[in-house]
């Protein structure tokens, strides 16, 4: 696929996937990739390439002498994080930022806690880091660059954990962590309270304290769960 190629692919991707996933095209709606690629202005290749990426997401089945099938929500692959990212762009948004964040709530305090038992000397400097960055920019409006100290606090988390099914969770959670930034479900600044407690967490974990760390980011997680309440409800 060329240069050119593959951009169209994205664009097609990116305007028929968040369009399936807000429901524009209802469970059992047929697609014909001819239409398609004559609506997407691009070629029939590229439009098959596309099709293949949604199969691979489960929104969509392909069937020959039917067309392209839109799969019902309940068979989507709601782990994929461009489906997240999709539906996070949606009406559906409150709902689906909800869901995630239990689903967090429930994995990350756990992580934390072996975190702790297992976190080498170069993951605890991270962490701390990490968690200094939060605390550096959580003042004066910059959430885009809190942003990036928070997905990566997260993702040190996870991979420490030494659980190789928590460390693939690191590019959903950073999908639901974009998602509260960039569509606006997130104070100004960050919760003072919660910026405080991932420099603790950092602690328990370099400390080897997993009874703290797990009781710290449940707290993280309960907080989050709060700010929903009032921003998305």
């Excluded at 782990?79 to 996070?88: E, K, T």
Aim: with cysteine.
């Amino acid at each position: 696929m060329t240069t050119k190629d593959r951009g169209l692919h994205a664009h097609v991707l990116d305007s028929l996937g968040p369009a399936i996933t807000a429901g524009e095209y209802p469970a059992g709606s047929v697609l014909r990739t001819d239409e398609l690629a004559q609506r997407y202005e691009v070629s029939r290749s590229v439009m098959r390439e596309a099709v293949r990426v949604l199969e691979s997401m489960n929104l969509v089945v392909s069937r020959r002498r039917v067309g392209v099938t839109v799969r019902p929500g309940g068979e989507w692959n709601v782990y994929d994080p461009r489906v997240i990212r999709w539906r996070l762009a949606g009406a559906d948004r409150p709902r689906q930022l909800r869901s995630l964040t239990v689903l967090r709530s429930a994995v990350e305090p756990v992580a934390a806690g072996l975190a702790a038992r297992y976190a080498t000397a170069e993951q605890c400097a991270a962490l701390t880091e990490c968690a200094l960055g939060m605390v550096a920019t959580s003042r004066g409006h910059q959430l885009e660059r809190y942003l990036v100290h928070d997905i990566e606090f997260h993702r040190v988390v996870l991979n420490a954990s030494g659980n190789e099914m928590f460390s693939h969770l690191g590019d959903l959670v950073a999908e639901v962590l974009a998602g509260r930034t960039h569509h606006q479900v997130m104070f100004e600044d960050p919760d003072p309270a919660a910026v405080t407690l991932h420099v603790r967490v950092a602690d328990a974990v370099r400390e080897g304290d997993a009874e703290r760390a797990e009781a710290l980011t449940r707290e993280i997680a309960v907080g989050a769960l709060h700010e929903l309440d009032i921003l998305a409800p």
